[in-house]
């Protein structure tokens, strides 16, 4: 898809959060002007030479103009022929007045190489969690407001409508707010669901979206009503954080999947979750998983897997498996020694990584 100069700008760090002004707007223009004029020359030496006073040339702001591939302009300046010379003109002038984006994200492709802060390998070594903002980190269970940033940013657009039927403390809507997508969170349990709330709403609105919280249970609640309370049919995203079973006992409720009598009751629910996701899920979106595995009387209980399993039952298909990295949880916190001592007489590796299961709706 590719949509001719528009009001949405890259920053340097891929970030399509910053809007650049009329301001330099109008500079880029006037630069594209410039470089149109360069194209009009036959001498590959005039060419160089006159990009070199360009170059040279503060108040047209080329060097080191974020929007600009300074790439091209290298190659500019080292290429033999007059035909490779303008090729890579014209490749500047693409990559200041066209965007070319997928119909699932804002990332501008003829500027792939400004978003070096999205990760695209399948190995997430994530360091110190971002507090930044609303987020507080003290909601046991939680996830890293990276995970739902990266993904986002990679698998939706602005003004997109997030679904996450695990809210808990709402680190996916505090992001979604951050990102300037709209978001739905569900949560079982009404007093984290009022904090949560009260917790996304005190992060700052810039882009005017939606994060509307519900509370209920997520398999039982009807997804399409409370669409259709916002006046859309569909989201465009789902990201599920479910309890990883009964490794954190969330409430004494019993529909809580924490409370799941056996394995087979929470693949089950989980199953009736990813339905209710999947109906009003966009055809062709993406949908998250982030689960670990467990222990269970000296057996690793490969749950991450199972529940993989289970939501591949329906239709979608799998694009991705991500691990992450985590340090210590608030579990097993200050007890490092005793953990390795317990691996040790024990005879098994003590969990430092999670998984991130990427689905596409067929
Ligand atoms: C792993 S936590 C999610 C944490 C969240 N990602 C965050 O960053 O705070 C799982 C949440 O799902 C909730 N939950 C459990 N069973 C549920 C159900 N059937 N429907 C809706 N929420 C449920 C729990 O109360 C808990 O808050």
Not at 6 to 34: A, M, P, R, W
Not at 225 to 240: G, R, S, T
Not at 250 to 271: A, R
Request: one cysteine or more; a positive charge; aromatic letters at 10%.
């Amino acid at each position: 898809m590719r949509k001719f100069y528009q009001e949405t700008i890259f920053n340097n760090n891929g970030n399509s959060d910053v809007s650049t002004t009329s301001n330099e707007k109008n500079l880029e223009l006037g630069i594209v002007q410039l470089l149109n004029e360069l194209l009009k020359k036959n001498e590959i030496v005039e060419i160089k030479e006159s990009l070199k006073i360009l170059l040279n040339n503060k108040n047209n702001k080329i060097n080191g103009n974020h929007n600009i591939s300074q790439d091209d302009i290298e190659k500019v300046i080292n290429s033999y022929s007059l035909e490779r010379t303008k090729y890579y003109i014209k490749k500047i002038i693409k990559s200041i007045t066209e965007i070319k984006t997928t119909n699932y994200n804002d990332i501008n492709l003829n500027r792939w190489k400004d978003y070096d802060d999205i990760i695209t390998d399948s190995l997430w070594v994530l360091g110190k969690r971002d507090n930044s903002g609303a987020h507080n980190g003290q909601y046991w269970g939680n996830f890293v407001p990276q995970i739902p940033n990266q993904l986002m940013k990679r698998y939706t657009k602005k003004g997109d409508w997030i679904l996450d039927p695990f809210l808990g403390s709402g680190t996916t809507l505090i992001e979604a707010r951050k990102l300037g997508r709209n978001a739905i969170g569900i949560e079982l349990q009404e007093e984290v669901a009022q904090i949560a709330q009260n917790t996304i709403n005190t992060e700052k609105n810039l882009y005017n979206v939606k994060t509307t919280v519900k509370i209920g249970d997520s398999s039982k609640l009807d997804f399409k009503q409370i669409l259709a309370e916002e006046n859309i049919d569909k989201v465009q995203f789902v990201i599920m954080h479910p309890p990883y079973w009964d490794i954190i006992k969330f409430s004494e409720n019993t529909e809580d999947l924490s409370n799941s009598k056996t394995l087979d009751d929470f693949l089950y629910k989980i199953g009736q979750i990813t339905d209710n996701s999947l109906s009003i899920l966009e055809a062709n979106r993406f949908f998250i998983l982030v689960i670990s595995d467990k222990y269970y009387e000296g057996e690793w209980i490969p749950l991450a897997f199972l529940t993989m399993q289970e939501i591949l039952k329906r239709k979608c298909i799998l694009k991705s498996i991500i691990v992450k990295n985590f340090e210590e949880t608030k579990g097993k916190m200050n007890q490092k020694e005793l953990w390795r001592y317990r691996a040790l007489v024990g005879g098994f590796y003590i969990f430092k990584h999670e998984y991130i299961f990427l689905f596409q709706k067929k």
